[in-house]
């Protein structure tokens, strides 16, 4: 029995008049004698007694109504959670770059208003793995991306960038920092996971002049990393974003001028494309990016 013949049948039990039903469902009277007659050939059983009068349920027709009314209540539920859940782009983030892209959502809200988006995090240790496990629509991740199974969407931010450094490190006292500044200081390994090409836009592994930029101790996560700072065992390069919405006990924040600015941009598996990430992106592309510093 389709879906249509099951909707037909549920309200023609429960108006018991073939006219009103019709009008009901906006279909045609004799869609709806059709597809009571289909279901009775198929059973085998009449479902409604008809007379020029009335329209009545028999006892199958009640109780195929009760058990009916039950699935298909269940059905519709389901159908309006995946509706709701198609509508929730989920969005993976660094940090508090959430608070940054109001600007984008506020306008993706505004011109789609049934749909809405839930911020995850990403970490920088292992970035595209949510997509690619379905856990995530898009991710918002510093380029550049090269993945074959990844579509690259507009530029959403663009930072400048700040070195990590512990309260009583050398360097905490300037007002900037150069890269070649890194030689010889070690900076957090956050593991195999992420693709060395993306590490290496971030985390160096040599200064401009080719002098060694040593990796180590490991850390997985972005607290992770500020613990490592404080504690001196590290220092690390980061999006400006991380001086704007952090102030760490033993942490200072020092920008480094020389370094490129960082370009962010949605990112999502190219195999998963839907229309609310599509919508996403054609919102981001109409606005521009956002600058930080």
Do not use: K
């Not at 700072?229 to 480094?256: D, M, Q, S």
């Amino acid at each position: 029995m389709e879906l249509r013949d099951i909707e037909i049948f549920l309200t023609l039990a429960e108006e018991l008049h073939f006219g009103r039903t019709a009008e009901r469902l906006h279909v045609s009277q004799a869609r709806v004698s059709q597809a009571i007659a289909r279901q009775e050939r198929r059973l085998g059983v009449a479902l409604f007694e008809r007379t020029s009068r009335r329209v009545a349920l028999t006892p199958v027709g009640r109780r195929l109504r009760e058990d009916l009314a039950q699935a298909y209540d269940l059905l519709q539920q389901g159908l309006a959670r995946a509706e709701a859940a198609g509508r929730t782009l989920r969005l993976g983030v660094f940090g508090h770059a959430g608070y940054e892209l109001r600007p984008l959502i506020d306008a993706f809200r505004a011109r789609h208003p049934d749909s809405d988006v839930l911020f995850s995090e990403v970490t920088g240790a292992d970035p595209f793995a949510a997509l690619r496990a379905g856990e995530a629509d898009a991710h918002v991740l510093w380029l550049p991306v090269a993945e074959p199974d990844l579509t690259v969407g507009p530029t959403v931010l663009t930072s400048g960038r700040v070195l990590a450094v512990a309260a009583g490190h050398p360097l905490a006292g300037r007002r900037g920092v150069s890269l070649e500044d890194l030689a010889g200081e070690r900076v957090a390994d956050l593991g195999p996971a992420a693709p060395e090409y993306w590490l290496e836009s971030m985390v160096p592994a040599r200064t401009p002049s080719g002098r060694r930029i040593p990796r180590g101790p490991a850390a997985r996560t972005f607290n992770e990393i500020l613990t490592l700072v404080a504690a001196g065992h590290c220092v690390h390069p980061l999006g400006e974003l991380a001086a704007r919405y952090n102030n760490p006990p033993g942490v200072v924040f020092v920008p480094i001028h020389d370094a490129p600015i960082l370009e962010f941009a949605l990112v999502w598996l190219s195999v998963t494309d839907s229309p609310a990430v599509r919508a996403l992106a054609r919102t981001a592309a109409g606005l521009g990016p956002v600058a930080i510093g």
